[in-house]
């Protein structure tokens, strides 16, 4: 898989994002840096949160920029990151992970609020259609969406 080489604003963002793997381990990572209740990115890398104004745009824009680089990969690399991604975490039943992903759609949580319409679909349905094929490759039942 090839992703194209982003420019990475913030030289500690930089060093934390080069010990995370896979792209999609990436965007996990940044998404959870935001706060959704005020839209600002905190950093928590020092023992305690802050967010000043340029450290959140910095995280934002890097956030957009794998984002986008993201969508450009083909479906085939996708399966391939995401794979990885979940071979990568540590005491999870993949059984449990794929139909929790199912059911609790995580994956609609990466993208960057500034990302609307046609690419933010296309997110989704890619990783829907990935997850398709892992629950076929693992044996997850159809999720049980009342549970």
Known sequence: M????????DERLSREL??????YGRLVYLAGLLDKNTGRYF?????F???????????RLCHESLFQNWLTLPLEDKMADVEL?????????????ID???????Y???V??????????????????????????????APDLGA
């Open 2 to 9: 090839v992703l194209h080489a982003i420019e990475i604003p």
């Open 49 to 59: 949160a802050f967010a000043d104004q340029e450290l959140s745009r910095r995280i």
């Open 100 to 106: 929790a992903w199912l059911r609790l759609a995580p």
């Open 85 to 97: 991604y979940i071979n990568t975490l540590d005491d999870v039943d993949r059984i449990e992970l």
């Open 112 to 141: 960057p609020a500034s990302i609307q319409g046609p690419e933010r679909q296309r997110h989704v349905s890619d990783v829907e259609a990935i997850l398709g094929l892992l629950r076929n490759v693992y044996g997850v039942a």
């Open 43 to 47: 950093s928590y890398g020092t023992g």
């Open 108 to 110: 609609k949580n990466l």
């Open 18 to 23: 080069s010990l995370i793997e896979t792209a």
